[in-house]
């Protein structure tokens, strides 16, 4: 019985703690994308990723680092045209 609890438990953690990890890959390759665009080497790319999305937390507060990371995707494609 004491096999089937553990078990239970571990399933469990590895279930949340996968889930979790699920939540920034979507940012994380949000913001290569916007380096390779910009055509920034990922340093100088993070730097100015980070000041971007101060700035539209400042216009558009209360949004996901997911949307501000695609509204300057699409604020650089716009910009391009």
Do not use: C, N
């Not at 913001?31 to 993070?46: H, I, N, V």
């Not at 539209?56 to 990371?69: D, I, N």
Request: hydrophobic content about 35%; aromatic content about 14%.
């Amino acid at each position: 019985m004491e096999y089937i609890i553990a078990i239970a438990v571990i399933l469990f953690a590895f279930y949340y703690l996968k889930k979790k990890k699920t939540k920034k890959p979507k940012a994380s390759a949000l913001r290569k994308e916007y380096s390779r665009r910009a055509g920034l080497p990922s340093t100088t790319a993070d730097e100015h990723i980070d000041a971007y999305i101060k700035r539209l937390q400042q216009k558009y507060p209360g949004r996901s680092e997911e949307w501000y990371l695609e509204k300057m995707l699409f604020d650089l494609e716009r910009d391009r045209s």
